[in-house]
């Protein structure tokens, strides 16, 4: 008998190359939750990789759709009608992170860039039907990533979209960056990380001038981001030596969950910065929860640069 191969638990690998004008850009995406799981610049690594041949840690690098983070007890209101979604996040009794996370998506690859696409099909909790996909295309100092939502079946579905990036910067240990938000608000949380209210960022939760990831303990959500002129929310990681990686996400993004974790293989400490176009639990608080119209479509656009 020929030993076969066996198939990585997230799936397809998919790696992305392009000349930029500071050197090689390159991505890693695995097909399972359209994941980006790895991108470098001129050689350096700015998100954050695991292992090959190991499920994805943490939600890294995938696509949250249609709702990112947490939905209480997995219970929402659907315009008079109560849902059940199925609790995937047992141990806080909550419906995580929607409904593609461990969804293998087609694949459609060109020069320098690379779509997927997966639909979400009605289910427990969702009587929706969402053609989704994701473009990453690669740029002079990193990628640039697009979503699309259409709902292509019956009646008005709430969508929110979120996405689960880890970030570095190559030879700095995580904890000696500095983290700056450009958030105005952050998200009071109870025992099960559930949202109780949103007030003005003060104290260690200001990070609007920065703060050494070292001495942080994040699992935070973030809103009212200040924007650049050109529209864009800017987070920023920046090294000692003042290299920096700029998470930057367009006007459909209004929300930052930031994330970080000594538990990531391979990694005394991992950052996520996530951004979200709806706070966790929008589903029953519909702060900034779209509801497409049949045939209505969304797109919205994030993206990472390296500056050495």
Known sequence: M???TPIDPTGIQIHLRREGGGGEVTAHIAQVGAALRGLSVAGIDIVTGYPEGQPTPFGSGIVLAPWPNRIRDGKWNDQGTERQLDLTE???NNAIH?????????IEESDGAVTLRATVFPQHGYPYTLNTSVTYTLTDAGVEVTHEVVNVGEGDAPVALGTHPFFCIGGVETADLTLTLPAKTVFEVDERLLPTGEVPVAGEW???GGARLGDLDLDTGFGSLDRDADGRARSILTAPDGRTVTMWQDENWGYIQAFNTD???GH???VAIEPMTSPTD?????QDLRRLAPGETWTATWGV???G
């Open 2 to 4: 020929t030993a076969k």
């Open 90 to 92: 047992v141990a806080l």
């Open 98 to 106: 929607g409904l593609l996370r461990y969804a293998p998506y087609e």
């Open 206 to 208: 200001d990070l609007r």
């Open 263 to 265: 538990q990531y293989p």
């Open 268 to 270: 005394a400490l991992a």
């Open 282 to 286: 929008a589903f029953n608080s519909n």
């Open 305 to 307: 640069e390296y500056q």
